[in-house]
């Protein structure tokens, strides 16, 4: 079993850790040490994953715009070629791009230093092979490797400098001009106008080497260069000042749209040229309404903590199939591809974050290829009159929407929370009106009637803390209030739970 120590850089299917110093209190984790031992672990991971010796392994290493990177980049390539591994380095890169390695270039592996949208002082790894991302357990074995000290081989690799994001965005590129299909075929964005914000992450390659070279406009576009303090705003299509930022630059240039990515581009978000959010809800509309084009029927799985009105536009508008799933991108991937395995035709899963990954894409959460498909829906929609704001007027969108985070006192957190969930549910059974989701598959959703509060909320735990979200949605003004005012009926008769933020909301 992984020690404590070991164990405080396991984030999901992610390593991560304080990587720079900066922030009180803060000590640097992701010592030269560590990330040498964890690379190490990888190699040994991918020798049994491939049944190949580390000398025969070719795996790429890329890094977003962080102020560590270059520092862990050189650790992980001293461990990767202490062990005879042919090292790809490919430079400031996205996320999306270092999987694309193994396809492309057919590496065995490759690493991405990351840590996602978290502060500037944080770094991570993530690690891909031509199945995809890493899972959990993937990452507990790598790190079982680490605490053991356990090392391949010594060996004498090598080093090659590579850019493949040039070939990744000539990718992109190309599939624009057969996408859209225009007159001009090498420059089928012009007269288009799409601004975009990469928050000073890994980005800005989409208008410099994506959108420009195919004739779009993309003056507007702010914080391109990557600054790894990230002096403007946190680059996170879910932060509300981020999306604040990127809604106005869109107004102020009067652009057709705009485009915003994380730090590592395997989220993206948009913005219509009233400077409307296409976030969240709307934006797995769209993706939806695109994915099922091709695939009628087809079922689109989602995070949880989807709204109603979404479920009915999926199925009722758009003649799909919604399937809700757990919170975190992996499980809501791996559940997509679990279906399509068993014969559903499942062409997209999608994360309310902003992580959306298509089966015609490797079911990889490609940010700029979400945003990709987007800017071709509406190059299309434009030659046809139209425009994407009116793929969206079916959906229905709740009048309030709110998230509550309870922090969970006792030691072992997930016995406590299951342990409420399973008495809300006995609870929810008994009060009337209260209607247990069909197809609830993570922590408990009751839906509530016009005369109690015409919407629903879902309690989960959380994917990583021992903490309990509470997700409250209504389609009437003030209904957010009454419905957070019955299930306080229930909360404060529970342990173990800090429900404080309840009672701030209902006042």
Request: aromatic fraction near 6%; hydrophobic fraction near 40%; glycine fraction near 10%.
């Amino acid at each position: 079993m992984l020690t404590k120590y070991w164990k405080q850089f396991k984030s999901g299917t992610d390593i991560r850790g304080v990587a720079s110093e900066g922030v009180p209190g803060q000590e640097i984790s992701l010592t030269d040490e560590n990330i040498e031992k964890m690379a190490a672990g990888f190699v040994l991971w991918l020798e049994a994953f491939t049944q190949k010796d580390a000398s025969a392994l070719t795996v790429a290493v890329g890094h977003d715009s962080r102020i560590s990177a270059d520092r862990i980049q050189a650790a992980v390539t001293r461990s990767l070629t202490g062990a005879g591994v042919r090292v790809l380095d490919c430079g400031l890169a996205s996320t999306p791009s270092m999987f694309m390695t193994t396809v492309d270039l057919g590496c065995d592996g490759s690493i991405q230093i990351t840590a996602s949208h978290h502060p500037f002082n944080r770094n991570g790894l993530k690690f891909f092979t031509r199945s995809g991302g890493l899972d959990a357990p993937d990452i507990e074995q790598i790190l079982l490797h680490a605490q053991e000290g356990g090392r391949p081989l010594p060996g004498s690799g090598t080093v090659e400098k590579v850019d493949y994001m040039a070939r990744y965005c000539a990718n992109l590129r190309e599939k624009i001009k057969s996408g859209v299909n225009a007159a001009d075929y090498e420059h089928p964005l012009a007269g288009f106008k799409i601004v975009v914000d990469a928050g000073n992450g890994a980005g800005g390659f989409y208008a410099r080497d994506v959108l420009a070279p195919l004739g779009a406009d993309t003056d507007g576009s702010q914080f391109l260069e990557p600054d790894g303090t990230f002096p403007n705003h946190i680059p996170n299509p879910e932060n509300e000042a981020a999306m604040q930022s990127v809604c106005a630059a869109t107004v102020a240039a009067k652009a057709d749209m705009g485009v915003i990515f994380d730090t590592d581009v395997d989220r993206g978000g948009a913005v219509d040229t009233k400077g409307d959010e296409i976030n969240r809800n709307r934006l797995v509309a769209i993706a939806s309404a695109i994915a099922l084009e091709d695939n009628p029927g087809g079922t689109i799985v989602t995070d949880s903590i989807t709204s109603s009105g979404l479920k009915t536009y999926i199925e009722k508008t758009l003649g799909g199939k919604h399937h809700r799933f757990k919170r975190g991108y992996k499980n809501v991937i791996n559940e997509a591809i679990r279906l399509n395995e068993t014969g559903v035709n499942c062409p997209l899963a999608i994360e309310t974050s902003g992580h959306a990954a298509l089966r015609e894409n490797y079911f990889l959460d490609d940010g700029a290829y979400l945003v990709t498909k987007i800017i071709i829906k509406m190059a299309r929609l434009r030659a046809q009159g139209k425009t994407l704001e009116s793929l969206l007027l079916p959906l229905a969108e709740p009048a309030e929407a709110a998230e509550l985070r309870f922090p969970i006192l006792e030691e072992n957190f997930r016995e406590c929370g299951n342990r409420i969930i399973s008495d809300l549910e006995a609870y929810a059974k008994q009060q009337t009106g209260w209607q247990i989701a069909p197809d609830n598959r993570e922590g408990i959703r009751i839906s509530f009637g016009k005369e109690n509060g015409n919407g629903w909320f879902l309690l989960r735990l959380s994917v990583h803390d021992p903490l309990m979200p509470l997700n409250v949605e209504s389609d009437t003004p003030g209904g957010n209030r009454l419905i957070a005012e019955q299930l306080y009926g229930f909360l404060r008769t529970c342990s173990g739970l800090d429900i404080s933020p309840l009672k701030k909301f209902i006042g």
